[in-house]
């Protein structure tokens, strides 16, 4: 073990302030996990503090290379993600209507009306098809 990683390693946490702190690798990936694994699992930390924290040299936000952190928390004492309640679905599916909703002509279309024209495909074709080439012009003239 090389002089660095024998300084993280502390699962006591005697030279961290009572936090147990690992290095990168050095954590049991089968008892703690980081926020994002746990997510990617389903997961999420519930209520339970902090278990133990990672340290390991890499880069930086900064595009800098430096001293790395980041949390772990349990499996074991880990929750399940709540599925989303109805009336998050109902407000999920409302803010999809209202972007499927042309301003327009009011009509709810299967798609989400463009940003770039501001209404539905119809109303766009016949804004263009209303200009000087329509055939309504044509059989006027
Ligand atoms: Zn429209």
Redesign the pocket.
């Given at each position: 073990m090389s002089r660095i990683r024998a300084e993280y390693m502390d699962p006591a946490g005697v030279r961290h302030g009572g936090m147990p702190t690992v290095h990168w690798g050095g954590a049991d990936p089968t008892i703690y996990a980081t926020k994002r694994q746990l997510a990617k699992k389903g997961k999420r930390r519930g209520r339970q503090p902090v278990a133990a924290q990672l340290r390991w040299w890499g880069i930086t936000g900064h595009g800098g290379y430096g001293e790395r952190f980041a949390d772990l928390y349990r499996w074991d004492l880990a929750k399940d993600k709540r599925p989303a309640t109805r009336r998050q679905l109902a407000a999920l599916a409302k803010a999809n209507r209202a972007l499927r909703t042309?301003?327009?002509?009011?009509?709810v279309?299967e798609y989400v009306?463009p940003r770039k024209y501001g209404?539905?495909?119809?109303?766009?074709d016949d804004y263009w098809c209303s200009k000087p080439y329509s055939g309504a012009e044509r059989e006027a003239a």
């Open positions: 042309c301003p327009t002509c009011g009509v279309r009306i209404e539905c495909i119809d109303c766009h």
